[in-house]
């Protein structure tokens, strides 16, 4: 299966937290799951741990390749870029991903969010987020069980698939 690719220095195993979700639903349109990730103000509709979400320079309302954006998720203000953009075509996967970051020295953090929808087989689809994380506030998301980083994409990736369901 289609995998994420990942960055230096932002690659699973070597960074300060880890974390993937997955989901693989029927009936769900590539187009229309799609849409809702590219188009961060609807993230708060079925995700509540996004807020305030904003897109720079007066672009938008969707994400696309070195857009600049704004939101706040996990209680961090989240500056990003996205820097991998593949929309859907027909027999390949959809790509997107961000780096995101805040805060300052030590309480610097760094991420690679990455995002991978695929249509299966007998009218599947398969939606896959991970992300890396350094610095630390990734030690101690790392060392925070349960994991908040997995249950909140978990959330997510569910909140999208009932969205996209409607």
């Not at 870029?81 to 929309?87: D, G, N, S, T, W």
């Not at 990455?114 to 896959?128: F, K, M």
């Amino acid at each position: 299966m289609t995998s994420i690719q990942w960055p230096l220095g932002f690659v699973p195993g070597f960074t300060d937290n880890f974390c993937s979700n997955e989901v693989i639903i029927p009936n769900i349109s590539i187009s229309k799951a799609w849409d809702l990730l590219i188009t961060p103000s609807t993230w708060p509709t079925f995700y509540e741990n996004a807020a305030n979400p904003a897109i720079y320079d007066d672009k938008g309302p969707h994400l696309s390749l070195n857009t600049r954006f704004y939101f706040e998720t996990f209680g961090f203000p989240v500056e990003a870029r996205v820097v991998e953009f593949i929309a859907p075509v027909k027999g390949e996967a959809a790509r997107i991903a961000w780096h995101g970051w805040f805060g300052e020295g030590d309480n610097r953090l760094d991420v690679h969010h990455a995002w991978l929808l695929e249509e299966l087989s007998h009218g599947r689809l398969r939606i896959l987020t991970q992300e890396t994380q350094n610095g630390k506030p990734a030690v101690e998301l790392a060392n925070t069980v349960p994991n908040p980083m997995i249950n909140g994409h978990q959330a997510w990736l569910d909140g999208m698939v009932k969205a996209a369901s409607k």
